[in-house]
């Protein structure tokens, strides 16, 4: 019963350096998310995924891109990282995207 | 531009008391309204609501929503210290095909014992 899986679990990154977050789900969901959360911010969408082949921005997208690899896998890049984006993200996917969410454990992230 | 807002952003009580933590929302296209509880790690979901008027209760923790004043209530009842989390009230909206979770910025609830 894995569920949502990211990795890495944590990563501290150098201003202009590049990294890319994996998420993978085994529970053949359609839709597809990745959040960051700041402390008094909640969590604000990046990207989603809304099917396999589609991607969308959602309210921050600056800074990110993304790749839905197949229907289980949806990568979130940072090309440049920058201060600004430390943060924890969160990939999450749901079957219909009106119900049952189901998170990732989380990464965080350090850019210094 | 899509709109929640949790309210109190903190809260700290007695093992013992009753709390109420309130959730209004601004959006277009409401689909339902999701209500989490984070802990160290990720959210754990507790309740999707739909429907206005009708109440979800889950041991001590109940909510309503009320989609004509356009916000939901969750009560948790003799609290303890495991209590102690941020709970967060999302969105689920629609654009076309596409479904959208907007987040407020959750409420910090710390319980003493």
């Known amino acids: 019963n894995a569920g949502v899986t990211q990795t890495p679990k944590f990563q501290v990154l150098k201003t202009g350096q590049s990294m890319t977050l994996q998420c993978a789900q085994d529970?053949?969901?359609?839709?597809m998310y990745w959040y960051r959360q700041d402390p008094g911010m909640g969590l604000r969408l990046i990207y989603y995924?809304?099917?396999?082949?589609?991607?969308d921005k959602g309210e921050v997208p600056n800074g990110y891109n993304v790749s839905r690899l197949n229907k289980r896998e949806f990568s979130l890049r940072l090309e440049s990282a920058a201060p600004s984006q430390t943060s924890v993200y969160f990939c999450?996917?749901?079957?219909?995207?009106?119900?049952?969410?189901?998170f990732g454990s989380g990464t965080r992230l350090t850019v210094v | 531009e899509d709109k929640v807002v949790q309210s109190p952003l903190s809260l700290v009580v007695h093992e013992g008391d009753t709390v109420t933590l309130n959730c209004s929302y601004e959006v277009t296209n409401f689909r339902s309204l999701l209500w989490y509880k984070q802990e160290k790690k990720a959210p754990t979901f507790l309740f999707m609501l739909t429907s206005s008027g009708i109440e979800k209760k889950s041991g001590r923790l109940s909510s309503i929503l009320d989609k004509k004043e356009l916000f939901s209530i969750l009560n948790i009842t003799a609290t303890q210290t495991g209590d102690s989390a941020i709970y967060l009230c999302a969105v689920v909206t629609s654009s076309g095909s596409a479904r959208q979770l907007t987040f407020g910025s959750g409420t910090q609830l710390t319980v003493l014992p």
């Open positions: 995924s809304a099917s396999e082949g589609t991607t």
């Open positions: 529970m053949n969901h359609n839709s």
């Open positions: 999450a996917s749901s079957l219909t995207g009106t119900r049952g969410y189901t």
